[in-house]
């Protein structure tokens, strides 16, 4: 185990820490440990705490000869990326003068010079072995840092186009500087990785971030066979969370102009299939319509109708949500079409023959059906698309004759498909015309009052006040007239059923002030108008 010497600058003293890390056959460095960094950045904040105003203690007479004092230069950010540097760091004294061309005005004022203690300080961590090199490069980070490389000149220029642009223009530079290094520990642990053979085991052990962040240094050296091989990486490892899988992409997505193979990663998101997506969604709900096992139907409804709706949220054009619809409503046309079919099968009549048994399946398979048909619609709702599945159901009037013929418990669920569509019109979820609106309600209001009853008991998913309060609101939508005699149906039902029967009074009330109470206030406001303007005359 080599060691790096991490040096601290204090006012007359430097302190020492040996940190051991792992070095290759080589004699440099690989892959250090994070752990380094953020103790020498700890320590390096609590050099910067705020003092007492106490003036500091003097420096000590004199220090021991076997230890070295290292002062590291204090120079001001510049725009250039790096430059060469050929006797080493340069000092910088507690008590060096000011920068040079300073004006007469300005030293006339007797600028205060800062306090010692206040000075801003750098932490130097040196890595690699110092007498095999032959090139040094000297990192300098934000917060401080300040870290120097003992490497090899063949190994940069073998494996970084950065490097050897940067030494072919000062080849008899044996130190080289980079300024301005905003990730100063990944920069470390890349230039480390031009000395490993097998850089994706070193890879193996890192996380999705830190590897990202590998990358994008490597992009900056051109270090093209470190890029691969976190492109290898990536493409095999798994991306945890939309977040992650995001940042993957936009930094795959940023290599791609430069002759890297980012192909095998983007496939994970991307295809190349020429399958219509019309026809995967086609059947994929296919699949879920005609599963008979009740437990995962259910939980894939809901997943499907959760994806969709983020579809519809993200959704920037007018094709894919056509065709999506398209699909949608094949499905619905079956579904109605198996429906009305297993509706004749229920209401022939009964032979010796049949019995209780051959019932059943023909029970469960109108639930199925009705099932389907409601999913269907709560998507449609859901993309404001469900118009036509208004007009649909306001025209399956052989549907509506057939459901008084069948008992209650085959029928109810019909039903349900009924009351959605009223909540859906009440909530301004679709807008259907008014003759359809019209004709959906003289179609299937009495058989939704008739299983009414049932429905409050027998389905846990139902909610009469949404449901009362959808039928009101849906027949408000109508004409005076319609109005009126839908209500006075409806009054004589609710008398004689009481809450067997949908109750709204709501509506009711609704419909009463606009048949007896406006006309006459609108009335007294013509009077009042006529009054005004023979006044005036």
Request: a neutral charge; glycine letters at 6%.
């Amino acid at each position: 185990m080599a060691e790096i010497r991490l040096t601290k600058v204090e006012q007359g003293q430097t302190k020492i820490r040996n940190v051991p890390i792992a070095v290759t056959p080589e004699g440099f460095w690989c892959c250090p440990s994070p752990v380094a960094f953020q103790k020498t950045l700890k320590a390096h904040n609590s050099l910067h705490k705020p003092k007492s105003s106490s003036p500091p203690p003097p420096p000590p007479p004199k220090t021991t000869a076997h230890r070295k004092q290292t002062i590291l230069n204090e120079k001001k950010p510049t725009f250039g990326p790096s430059r060469s540097v050929s006797d080493g760091q340069r000092t910088l004294g507690p008590e060096a003068p000011e920068a040079p061309a300073l004006g007469a005005s300005l030293v006339a004022e007797r600028v205060p010079r800062p306090k010692v203690e206040n000075l801003p300080r750098k932490v130097a961590i040196e890595f690699g072995e110092p007498g095999t090199s032959d090139m040094k490069v000297i990192l300098l980070g934000k917060q401080g840092f300040c870290v120097k490389l003992s490497v090899h000149k063949n190994v940069l220029v073998e494996n970084s186009n950065f490097f050897a642009d940067k030494l072919a223009e000062q080849s008899s530079s044996s130190c080289l500087e980079i300024e301005e290094c905003e990730d100063v520990e990944i920069y470390v642990e890349t230039v480390g990785l031009m000395y490993c053979k097998e850089m994706r085991q070193r890879l193996m052990k890192q996380s999705v971030s830190r590897v990202l962040r590998i990358l994008k240094i490597a992009e900056v050296l051109g270090f093209n066979s470190c890029m691969q091989s976190c492109l290898e990486y990536l493409e095999a490892v798994p991306w945890v969370g939309d977040e992650e899988e995001e940042k993957v992409v936009s930094s795959v997505l940023r290599l791609q102009n430069e002759g890297i193979g980012v192909s095998p990663v983007l496939k994970r998101v991307s295809s190349d299939i020429s399958k219509a997506p019309k026809d995967t969604l086609s059947h994929i709900i296919g699949l879920v319509l005609g599963s008979n096992e009740e437990r995962g139907r259910r939980e894939m409804k809901s997943v499907v109708l959760k994806l969709l709706r983020e579809n519809n949220s993200v959704s920037s054009s007018s094709s894919p949500s056509d065709v999506c619809n398209q699909t949608l409503y094949d499905s619905c046309r079956n579904c109605s079409s198996l429906l009305l079919s297993l509706f004749k099968q229920a209401a022939e009549p009964e032979s010796p023959e049949k019995s209780v048994d051959n019932k059943d399946p023909l029970v469960k398979q109108i639930a199925l059906a009705s099932d389907n048909l409601s999913w269907l619609l709560d998507i449609l709702a859901d993309r404001q698309a469900a118009d036509e599945f208004a007009v649909m159901w306001a025209g399956h009037q052989e549907l509506a004759a057939l459901h008084m013929k069948l008992p209650i418990v085959s029928r109810y669920h019909v039903s349900i498909i009924t009351a959605r569509l009223f909540v859906g019109i009440g909530k301004g979820e679709l807008l259907p015309s008014k003759d359809t609106r019209q004709l959906l309600l003289q179609t299937w209001l009495q058989p939704l009052i008739n299983d009414y009853n049932w429905l409050q008991h027998g389905c846990r998913s139902f909610d009469r006040k949404v449901v009362e309060e959808g039928i009101g609101r849906t027949i408000l939508t109508l004409p005076l007239e319609d109005q009126q005699s839908i209500m006075l149906s409806w009054l004589g039902s609710f008398l004689k059923s009481g809450d067997s029967c949908p109750n709204l009074q709501k509506a009711f009330e609704v419909w009463w002030r606009r048949t007896f109470v406006r006309p006459y206030v609108e009335g007294q406001q013509g009077n009042s108008l006529q009054s005004d303007s023979s006044m005036t005359s």
